[in-house]
């Protein structure tokens, strides 16, 4: 599905920076999703969001940020990354967040913070 | 609680062999249920759920509420079906937000 795309595919950054994850989509889907991707864990949500300018909190929201200004774009933020942070993130996106619908998933995101 | 469980991390087959990937739930309503596969360093794709009852790449699933579960099958597992694959529920009402089992990582060898 080309129409969710993330970058940078792989980003190294150090301990207490500030760094910035991008997740475009062209389907205008109206829910946009975070998960993180960790060994044990499977994915666990982030945050999402129904729509621009609404964002909710998923199930491992600390030290993260989300904005939504355009429906095409959810960034996410760690304001000050910390090596717990290190893992793949993925964005996905869903037409109407309808229980039965599929999530469409980007390449991910490789993060390590040293 | 919502939870999904998937027993084994692992799980190894030989060609041709029989393959089921254990998935259980627990919800207190009717969920969704979803079975996504990753091959090695791609992007999640859909492979199941439950409402479509179809076959995909030789794979079904059947949603089985008395046991709360969502078994993964395939009779005669092949080389290219090694991957890590996802059981994942979807909530009633919360905006499609999925729910992901830990994975297991399936192995088919020669």
């Known amino acids: 599905d080309a129409g969710i795309t993330q970058s940078p595919r792989y980003k190294i950054t150090e301990t207490g920076r500030q760094v910035t994850l991008m997740c475009h989509q062209t389907?205008?889907?109206?829910?946009m999703f975070w998960y993180r991707q960790d060994l044990g864990h499977g994915l666990r949500l982030i945050y999402y969001s129904a729509a621009a300018d609404i964002t909710d909190k998923g199930e491992v929201p600390d030290g993260y940020v989300v904005s939504r200004s355009k429906t095409e774009n959810f960034p996410l933020t760690l304001e000050s990354a910390t090596r717990s942070q290190t893992s793949v993130y993925f964005c996905?996106?869903?037409?109407?967040?309808?229980?039965?619908?599929?999530?469409?998933f980007g390449d991910g995101t490789r993060l390590s913070i040293l | 609680a919502q939870r999904v469980t998937q027993p084994e991390k692992l799980l190894s087959v030989f060609k041709g062999a029989p393959v089921e990937l254990k998935c259980n739930y627990s919800y207190s309503g009717s969920p969704e249920l979803f079975w996504y596969v990753q091959y090695s360093r791609q992007r999640l794709q859909l492979l199941l759920r439950h409402i479509s009852r179809e076959s995909i790449k030789g794979f079904t699933a059947d949603l089985n509420k008395g046991e709360t579960s969502f078994h993964l099958k395939k009779p005669f597992a092949q080389e290219e079906d090694s991957a890590m694959y996802y059981c994942a529920l979807s909530a009633n009402n919360q905006g499609g937000k999925l729910i992901f089992g830990q994975g297991t990582e399936l192995s088919v060898k020669p």
């Open positions: 996905a996106s869903n037409e109407q967040g309808a229980g039965n619908q599929p999530q469409h």
């Open positions: 389907w205008s889907h109206s829910y």
